[in-house]
């Protein structure tokens, strides 16, 4: 994303405003950019350390990040693209779920000293979810992908 349209980089803090995750289940570190222009996009990042809890037991001797927490991951940086679409509509705070994952695909483990980069398009908007195709690389190869359904609902600690 390199047009007029991209926005700044958003550090942790300002994530944790977006997200309701907290340690040790928030995922992206940062958001390196994003767009909210046709059609909507982000890219964000997680810097996968030795110190991470899940870790201990998968797998003892050999870590390696568990698939289902890289798909929460990319569901984490579409639900960051979906707060700052609602937040710029002026549109009420919403709580964003991930109801349904199509097309996953893993081409690569994850190890401790990755950093993930996750590219999150929106595909399209219908009666209250969001579909979005996500991917993730390390150093330039993708790692996984898959496309994600997001439901939002209003926030009950609103």
């Keep these: 994303m390199n ?3 991209s926005r700044e980089a958003i550090d942790v803090e300002r994530i944790m405003q977006l997200l309701p995750h907290r340690y040790p289940f928030l995922l992206v570190d940062r958001v390196l950019d994003y767009r909210l222009t046709d059609p909507p996009q982000i890219r964000a990042l997680k810097n996968v350390t030795i110190n991470e809890p899940f870790f201990n037991g998968h797998f003892p001797g050999h870590p390696v990040m568990p698939g289902v927490l890289i798909l929460e991951a990319m569901a984490q940086a579409a639900g960051c693209l ?3 679409a609602r937040e710029a509509s002026g549109a ?3 709580l964003y779920y991930l109801v ?3 097309k996953a695909r893993f081409n690569k483990v994850v190890v401790p ?4 980069i996750f590219e999150v ?4 908007l219908m009666r209250g979810m969001g579909l979005y195709a996500a991917s993730v690389s390390v150093e ?3 790692v996984a992908s898959a496309e994600l359904l997001c439901a939002a609902r209003p926030n009950p600690a609103a």
Excluded at 121 to 124: F, G, Y
């Design 121 to 124: 398009t929106q595909k399209r």
């Design 140 to 142: 330039g190869k993708t």
């Design 3 to 5: 047009d007029q349209t």
């Design 100 to 102: 349904k994952i199509d």
């Design 113 to 116: 000293g990755d950093q993930l």
């Design 82 to 84: 979906a707060h700052l």
């Design 92 to 94: 009420a705070e919403q």
